[in-house]
């Protein structure tokens, strides 16, 4: 499989780093160090304990490679190189689950790790996204699905003006609330 040159999302601090399938090829065979080179950053342990997580990705990219520009992005701070979490969405524009709350539009997901929290990170980070996606793929409107117990997650979808749209039962995480945003129409 070509690897596809995606460019980064900038914001003051972090670059919002596309990950290749191999960069997940790298991380999953142990080959950290290979990878990080790769990826321009130091991955902590958090990262590589996500194997699950890659596994998933590496899968959907073999499945379709053009899905790259819409997956998991490293969230690199530029300062020192760390990678301090990932943020992406979980598919391509108008999958057929967002119509109700936000048709064409893109479900988002993000993960700062814990030493790093508490510094705006994802907020500098989720800002970037729905931005980048807006003026760049003109996309609607945006969705986040949160635990009802995560508040700090809760609070940045307040934050950036996202309301509670619906709830459903994951599989996986149990209870989640659907929190959707409509994008501002460019001028």
């Not at 914001?11 to 960069?23: I, K, N």
């Not at 950290?32 to 990262?47: C, E, M, T």
């Not at 619906?166 to 996986?172: F, L, R, T, V």
Request: charged share 20%; net charge neutral.
């Amino acid at each position: 499989m070509a690897e596809q040159c995606v460019p980064p999302v900038r914001t003051p601090r972090l670059d919002l780093v596309s990950m290749s399938p191999r960069f997940y090829g790298l991380c999953l065979s142990g080959a950290s160090d290979v990878a990080a080179a790769l990826l321009g950053a130091a991955i902590p342990d958090n990262w590589l304990e996500e194997r699950a997580l890659m596994k998933f990705w590496l899968t959907a990219l073999w499945a379709d490679p053009s899905i790259q520009l819409w997956l998991a992005r490293a969230i690199v701070r530029r300062a020192d190189r760390m990678m301090i979490g990932h943020i992406g969405c979980h598919g391509r524009p108008g999958m057929e689950h967002l119509r109700p709350y936000a048709p064409g539009g893109v479900e988002l997901g993000y993960t700062v790790f814990p030493a790093y929290r508490r510094h705006g990170y994802a907020t500098e980070a989720l800002g970037a996204m729905i931005a980048w996606a807006a003026r760049e793929h003109a996309i609607p409107g945006f969705v986040l699905s949160i635990n009802p117990d995560n508040v700090p997650s809760q609070a940045l979808a307040h934050h950036f003006g996202f309301a509670k749209v619906g709830s459903y039962i994951d599989p996986e995480d149990g209870l989640e609330d659907v929190f959707a945003l409509r994008a501002a129409r460019p001028r």
